[in-house]
């Protein structure tokens, strides 16, 4: 049992901070009314932690390489359970967006390095297994969030969910401190331009995908940021080509492998759930159920995906990583054909079961091997970027979809004189989307993750990569 204690720590932090993402939603409402803020100013309580995290995600990867994924990942802990405390004192909407800001960039740390720590610390099939499960928890805690947030604030008041993160930290900073090894290290310093640069670039991008979706493509703050962020993601190529110690090494992109590993990230993330917002919203607002029956009724996705990781585990080592990315992808989009075929203006909240489970066996498949391969594609001292990489590129996707989404969801509504026509038609074209999304990150990671007879196969940590550019 002692040997799966370290996965217990790197779980916990995975957990609270992805159950974080959606936690909010259902408190916005009783937080408007407590702190005297309009419900559309508090909307940036959700939306400035998906910035930072997007933001941040490699800076601390690359920072973690530098001083040590433990002890980077024990900041971020620490930092996210001062954040939240934060929230939870909050008196006024300004100071709870800006806490949320911060617990956001503790959370970049700790998701920036816990598949690195999985990654150092088991091998074989325990390797494996463990893998399984921490992808079952980064899948069921996203869909956890708004049970445990209709919960506490019925019952406790919308303080609670906040608070609810500080024991949760504790535990797992202890427990990383004693059973997590310290891991390798790499000499040298920040790629400090090339942080800067990238940081402006994520978060110019996400702040116009959210703004974009709230105001509209043609708002002037949108195409700003817009702008803003293609010359910067332009300029980040030649600042890290010329760094000594790049940040990112671009070399790594030119590797059909690699590539395809951070586009079915991006493709995964968007069509598995960037459609789920939606659903809550017609479960909510159309059918009527509280936040508390509305987050059970997507407890089918959470709880396949996490049955479905928790066994698939104890088998991944034995196969290419393609096989369960690619597949899981495909059955995404099989699940999300169903709810396309199912949802329409008489349904009810049964109309969702098949599909959702479905979808989330895809999850279960894709998630525990995403950031494993792209782990095992670079060498350990590169694993903070490489794992960081990916879950931008995943962050990103989820910022994308959501906004995308968005504006078809909110084009159906205006297109039809019914509220539940409008939603039902408006879940029948993002269903489509999230298939289509999803079947084309499948098809790319099928073509591009095929190991050539010169490299070794990406999931196998124990065969050195070739000593080349890429593997520098």
């Known amino acids: 049992m002692r040997k799966w204690l370290p996965l217990v720590a790197i779980c916990l932090g995975a957990f609270i901070l992805l159950v974080d993402v959606t936690i909010v939603n259902v408190a916005l409402p009783r937080m408007a009314d407590d702190l005297h803020a309009s419900f559309s100013s508090l909307q940036w309580v959700i939306d400035v932690y998906a910035l930072a995290l997007a933001a941040l995600l490699m800076v601390t990867g690359s920072l973690a390489d530098l001083f040590g994924h433990r002890r980077l990942y024990t900041a971020g802990l620490t930092v996210f359970a001062l954040a939240s405390l934060a929230c939870a004192l909050a008196p006024n909407a300004a100071v709870l967006i800006a806490a949320r800001g911060v617990q956001g960039a503790g959370g970049a740390a700790m998701f920036a390095t816990s598949a690195a720590l999985v990654s150092v610390t088991y091998k074989g099939r325990d390797r494996g297994v463990a893998f399984g499960v921490w992808g079952a928890v980064n899948g069921a805690a996203a869909a956890a969030g708004p049970i445990m947030g209709g919960l506490l604030t019925e019952g406790f008041g919308w303080q609670s969910i906040f608070l609810v993160n500080l024991p949760v930290a504790a535990l797992a900073v202890a427990l990383t401190l004693r059973v997590l090894p310290a891991g390798a290290r790499r000499k040298g310093s920040l790629d400090v331009p090339g942080a800067l640069v990238f940081t402006v670039a994520a978060a110019a991008v996400t702040y116009a995908l959210i703004r974009g979706g709230e105001h509209g493509w043609g708002d002037g703050l949108t195409v700003t940021a817009f702008v803003v962020a293609g010359v910067a993601a332009v300029a980040f ?236």
């Open 237 to 472: 190529v030649p600042v890290e080509l010329r760094a000594p110690q790049p940040m990112l090494d671009m070399a790594l992109l030119r590797r059909p492998a690699f590539a395809g590993l951070l586009t079915g990230a991006l493709l995964y993330q968007m069509a598995a759930f960037g459609g789920m917002v939606f659903i809550s919203l017609w479960l909510q607002n159309v059918l009527g159920l509280s936040p508390v029956r509305s987050g059970l009724a997507l407890m089918p996705l959470a709880g396949t995906a996490f049955v479905v990781a928790a066994v698939a585990g104890r088998f991944m080592h034995r196969l290419q990583p393609r096989v369960p990315i690619g597949v899981g992808l495909i059955v995404i989009a099989a699940g999300s054909l169903m709810l396309w075929a199912t949802v329409h203006p008489g349904s009810g909240q049964s109309a969702l079961f098949a599909g959702l489970a479905v979808a989330g066996a895809g999850v279960g498949l894709t998630t525990p091997v995403l950031v494993s391969a792209a782990v095992d594609a670079v060498p350990p001292a590169r694993a903070g970027m490489a794992g960081a990489a990916v879950n931008t590129f995943r962050q990103l996707g989820l910022t994308l979809g959501i906004a995308l989404f968005g504006a078809v969801f909110t084009d159906r509504l205006r297109a039809t004189h019914s509220l539940r026509a409008g939603y039902a038609s408006g879940i029948d074209r993002v269903s489509l989307l999230c298939a289509a999304a999803a079947l084309v990150g499948g098809l790319t990671v099928l073509l591009t993750l095929r190991p050539s007879r010169s490299e070794a196969p990406a999931h196998d940590a124990a065969t050195p990569l070739p000593r080349t550019t890429a593997s520098r």
